[in-house]
Every structure is written in C-alpha cells, then in structure tokens.
Nanobody, 122 residues
Framework: QVQLVESGGGLVQPGGSLRLSCAAS????????MGWYRQVPGKERELVAF????????YYAGDVTGRFTISRDNSKNMVYLQMSGLKPEDTAVYYC???????????????WGQGTRVTVSS
C-alpha cells in the first residue's frame, strides 16, 4: 500500500523555523521525485518545492526561495522541508507528494499524505 505520512507542523512565530518530515512506504521511493505542496482554504494546492530521485534537481517556488530547503534520505524513505524565516502567509496545510519530472516540470501523481498544518502567527 502506497503511503505518505507527514509530520512536524505546528504553531510558530513569524521569523521562526520548522522542519517537516514525510515518511514514504509501499513504493520504490528512491526512484521517484518528491514534492511538497501547500493549501489554504479556498485556494488551489500549490507546489512549494520538489526534489528529483537523486537530488540532482531541486526547485523552489519563488516566494520560498532562500527560506525553505527540501532534502531527502533515500536510505530512510524520507523527504524533508526545512522552513525558516516563516511568514504569516506561509500558513497552510503542507502535503507531501510523489511525482514525475519531465523537462524540469514536476507533475504530481495522485499520491498524497494527510497533510500537516503550519500556522505562523504571533
């Protein structure tokens, strides 16, 4: 059974940091690109970052560049999102995703975790 389980969300003050984790199981993790998305109520889920299977290609959405870092550990079937310099507009539910990359473009598979909520507020 393909499964993604996110953790690490919570309440943090502006300027603070959080590290999100995603544990993957049920598929050949080391063969797949992985992405982090986020969603706020009333808006579409948006891609925050992705990383290719060998970590040789990494992408960040413009508004998180320089603040967020995506990484993965293929030996542990884990993908991470280190978030720093958090802003209230980063408040969202963050989802881990398995996907594909074609010509540098990330396309999500229909494989999602349950999400972890991040709230940035003073």
């Amino acid at each position: 059974q393909v499964q993604l389980v996110e953790s690490g969300g919570g309440l943090v003050q502006p300027g603070g940091s959080l590290r999100l984790s995603c544990a993957a199981s049920g598929f050949g993790f080391s063969s797949f690109p992985m992405g982090w998305y986020r969603q706020v109520p009333g808006k579409e889920r948006e891609l925050v970052a992705f990383i290719t299977s060998r970590s040789d290609q990494i992408y960040y959405a413009g508004d998180v560049t320089g603040r967020f870092t995506i990484s993965r550990d293929n030996s542990k079937n884990m993908v991470y999102l280190q978030m720093s310099g958090l802003k209230p507009e980063d408040t969202a539910v963050y989802y881990c995703n398995r996907g594909r990359v074609y010509n540098t473009k990330y396309t999500p598979d229909d494989v999602w975790g349950q999400g972890t909520r991040v709230t940035v507020s003073s």
